[in-house]
Every structure is written in C-alpha cells, then in structure tokens.
C-alpha cells in the first residue's frame, strides 16, 4: 500500500460567553475557555463581539472604557494567546486615533502566538435597526474603493476573514472577503435576543457558509441579552458544532479537502457575473450613494 498523507486541517473553535463590566473579569473567562478549547485541539478560538465590555453600556462609559482598558485588554488578550500558543479573535472597543473625543471603534482584533499574523478590523456596519442606534455609542470606519478596511488573516493553511454580528447581513461584504481569498468567515457577535432574531441569525449563518462554499465561524454573546447559538457551519451549510443557550465551546476540524470538495461540486465563485462595488456614506451614519455592479468573466472570481 502506498503511503498517504492526511489532510490539511485546522482546530478551530466558537466562545459563548457574556461580557459583562470589569474587563480582568472577561479577561479570566477568556482564559478559562481558551484552556478548555485547547484541551480539545483547538488552534484557532474565535470570542464574541464586545468580548472586552459589555455591548449595552451607556454611551459615556462605553467611550471611558474604551479610553483606560482597550490597550491593558489587548496586551491581556494577547498574553493568553501567547502562553496557549493559539491565534485568537475578540471583540473590543478602542479609542478612534487622533479624535479623543469620538465615540470609540467597534473592534475586531486577531492576535496569535510567535510570528502567528495580528490583525485588526472596525466595525463597518452599524445596528441602527430595529430601534438600536449603534452610531450614538460607536463611529463606523468608512469604506474605501480598494477595501482596505476589510480584514483578511492567514491562519494554519486557511484565510480568515472578519464580520462583526450586524456586517452579517450585508452579503456583499462576505463575498468581498472571500473574493480577497478568504475560505473562513468568522462572524463575532452579540446578536440582539429578539422576535424571530434567532431565526436570522441562524438563517443568515447558513447563507454565508452556502453561497460563499466556505467555513463560517460564528461566536455569540448568550441569552438573555443576545441570541447564543453559537456554531461552525461547513461549506454546505452543515452545523458541524454548535453551543446552544449556555456559556460554552464548540470546537471543529476545519478541512481542506472538505473545503476543495465542496468548490469543486458546486464552483459558484467561477461561476459569479457580478462584483459590488463600495458604496460611499454621504454622512458616517446617513444614507449612501448609488453603487455600482460591474460584470467580471468566470475566471476573475
């Protein structure tokens, strides 16, 4: 028998917890889960939205704490990834540099062990839906026309690329990331409980994963202020791991092959006529300008 080689994979997993207002304390929940997320594999641990502070804080304290505790909540988390020799994804919210006074970022951050790639993402799209105004407590970055704000990270053999919970609903966005080459999306959230907000949230999940062929990570603060349900959906759309209503990990083998089996079968990215342009915000909050679709051949997906 010829000898073979397994498959190129990637442990990845999804954190549930609640972040609540002293940032040592979220800090030592990270810790907690990442232990238990390692003793099961896990390389990569993707964490909730506001992983650093509670999302539902007023206005004035969310800035302050942006102010004293982004930079000791980042040399934390990063501390965590270093002695777990892991690469991790949380949420945070950081001061807006050179404008003191503005309400902070909505921040994604990537941080890893020894050369492992650190990364940032703000926040583009903001909950102003369904009588949340997100743009009261937080500045959205802007878009630009060679989408420089997206973030794409290498990450054991895959491209990881970043959503923050309300960007999950903007389809073009998650195939602007895999367009950059992204194979996994991972989406941190804390996904506002409400009337049918599970159901699109689990609808939307499986949307991404199928029409982009791709991994979808998909971390969740719990109930009862957010809708849980954190999970890891294959490129079908499968739920490979989920956590369900408590805080929690669920961890999966992320599969190359799986990934080039399921392209291979359904080759919807060679297959796509359009690509969405970036639409330019007339105000950081307000209505934006017409966009524009423009036709690529088959071979430039």
């Known amino acids: 028998m010829s000898p073979t080689?397994?498959?190129?994979?990637?442990?990845?997993?999804?954190?549930?917890?609640?972040?609540?207002?002293?940032?040592?304390?979220?800090?030592?929940?990270?810790?907690?889960?990442?232990?238990?997320?390692?003793?099961?594999?896990?390389?990569?641990?993707?964490?909730?939205?506001?992983?650093?502070?509670?999302?539902?804080?007023?206005?004035?304290?969310?800035?302050?704490?942006?102010?004293?505790?982004?930079?000791?909540?980042?040399?934390?988390?990063?501390?965590?990834?270093?002695?777990?020799?892991?690469?991790?994804?949380?949420?945070?919210?950081?001061?807006?540099?050179?404008?003191?006074?503005?309400?902070?970022?909505?921040?994604?951050?990537?941080?890893?062990?020894?050369?492992?790639?650190?990364?940032?993402?703000?926040?583009?799209?903001?909950?102003?839906?369904?009588s949340w105004q997100e743009s009261e407590k937080v500045t959205a970055a802007r878009t630009t026309s060679d989408f420089t704000e997206l973030c794409t990270v290498p990450v054991g053999g895959f491209t990881v690329g970043l959503l923050n919970c309300y960007d999950l609903r903007?389809?073009?966005?998650?195939?602007?990331?895999?367009?950059?080459?992204?194979?996994?999306?991972?989406?941190?959230?804390a996904w506002v409980a409400g009337p049918h907000k599970e159901m699109h949230w689990e609808t939307l999940l499986r949307a991404r994963a199928i029409e982009n062929t791709c991994y979808v990570l998909a971390s969740d603060q719990p109930p009862p202020r957010s809708a849980g349900l954190s999970q890891i959906l294959d490129p079908m759309g499968l739920?490979?791991?989920?956590?369900?209503?408590?805080?929690?990990?669920?961890?999966?083998?992320?599969?190359?092959?799986?990934?080039?089996?399921?392209?291979?079968a359904i080759p919807s990215l060679n297959q796509q006529r359009y690509r969405v342009a970036p639409k330019a915000a007339s105000t950081p909050h307000g209505p934006a300008d017409a966009g524009l679709s423009l036709p690529v051949t088959a071979g430039e997906a």
């Open 5 to 130: 080689h397994p498959p190129r994979g990637l442990y990845a997993a999804v954190a549930q917890f609640a972040a609540g207002t002293d940032v040592g304390a979220n800090l030592r929940r990270v810790r907690e889960l990442v232990t238990t997320a390692v003793a099961q594999g896990a390389e990569l641990i993707v964490f909730p939205e506001a992983t650093m502070y509670a999302w539902d804080a007023p206005a004035a304290e969310l800035a302050e704490a942006a102010r004293l505790h982004y930079q000791p909540f980042l040399d934390g988390l990063t501390a965590v990834a270093e002695e777990s020799e892991v690469s991790l994804v949380a949420g945070a919210f950081a001061p807006v540099e050179g404008d003191q006074d503005a309400p902070p970022y909505n921040r994604l951050i990537v941080v890893g062990s020894g050369d492992a790639p650190q990364a940032r993402y703000d926040k583009v799209h903001l909950f102003d839906a369904l």
């Open 170 to 189: 903007f389809p073009e966005m998650a195939r602007a990331l895999v367009d950059r080459g992204a194979d996994v999306i991972a989406v941190s959230s």
């Open 239 to 264: 739920t490979a791991a989920a956590c369900l209503e408590n805080e929690g990990i669920a961890v999966h083998r992320l599969d190359v092959d799986r990934l080039r089996e399921v392209r291979a």
